[in-house]
């Protein structure tokens, strides 16, 4: 029997976490999702499936109110499917190191490293009487290859890599984790990259090509794909994946 599972997931309010959020929703799973701003549209989910919390999980004093509470724990309390996506991430500061915002800098780190260590350290000790626990970590391409004028991001998205593979290493029981590049997808984020100048981010001009021809990804389709792999068998048999070949 296919057990509903309980979904903690961060930045489900936009792109690919909201339609990750929407998706498992639709598949009557219990969903958690925290980010600054509410999803738009998933008003009308029953109570009891779907809870949100805003958070900026770039404060650190905040995002240490947060794991002091007892939310985590009460919200897998008895699941016998848990789940943390790790999806939240910026892309920012854009641009050459000498030059960037060091406040930007924390706050990237912060969201995108930070708070992904420290959540799924809460996740593994508040389920440990769960017989199936998995962590997804939203990598990127960007973590496997580097970029000029996105330092902040590369090195981010390579922390999350590693610290799946150390995971991995550690055989906490009953847990799976795979840090997963989800391919490039039609989101605010590559908006974000379009308006970038090209002095910031010479390769720009990739980006431009790849939203002119039609080659961005709906966060619809990358969410399906997703969550089929996710619940799958094979989750978590490799910690650094690509979605794109699966
Ligand atoms: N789009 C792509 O092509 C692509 C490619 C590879 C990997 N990824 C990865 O996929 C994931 C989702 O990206 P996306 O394209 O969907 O990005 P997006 O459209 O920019 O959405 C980012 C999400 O993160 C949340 N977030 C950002 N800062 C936050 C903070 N300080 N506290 C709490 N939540 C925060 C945002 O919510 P609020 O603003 O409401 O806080 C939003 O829900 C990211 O990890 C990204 O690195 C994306």
Known sequence: ??????????????????????????????????SRMPALGLGHAPRDQFHE????LGQPSA?????????????????????????????????????????????????????V??????FIGATLRCPDRRIVHISSGAGRSAYAGWGVYCASKAALDHHA????????????????????????????????SLDQFPMRPKFDQLKENGALAAPEAVARKLIKHLLGDQFGTEPCTDLRDS
Not at 53 to 56: A, E, G, P, R, V
Not at 117 to 122: D, E, G, Y
């Open 63 to 115: 995002l240490s109110q947060f794991l002091n509470s007892s939310i985590v724990t009460d919200f897998f309390k008895n699941a016998q499917k848990s789940i943390l996506i790790n999806n939240a991430g910026l892309l920012g500061p854009i641009g050459a190191f000498g030059g960037l915002d060091h406040e930007q800098i924390l706050q990237s780190i912060t969201v995108n490293v930070g708070a």
């Open 53 to 56: 919390l805003s958070l900026n």
């Open 165 to 196: 593979r150390c995971l991995t290493l550690e055989h906490p029981l009953g847990l799976r984790i795979e840090s997963i590049a989800p391919g490039i997808i039609d989101t605010g984020m590559q908006a974000q990259i379009r308006a970038t």
């Open 1 to 34: 029997m296919q057990h509903m599972a309980n979904v903690l997931i961060t930045g489900h309010s936009r792109g690919l976490g909201a339609a990750l959020t929407a998706q498992l929703l639709g598949e009557g799973h219990r969903v958690l999702g925290i």
């Open 117 to 122: 260590l420290a959540l799924s350290n809460q």
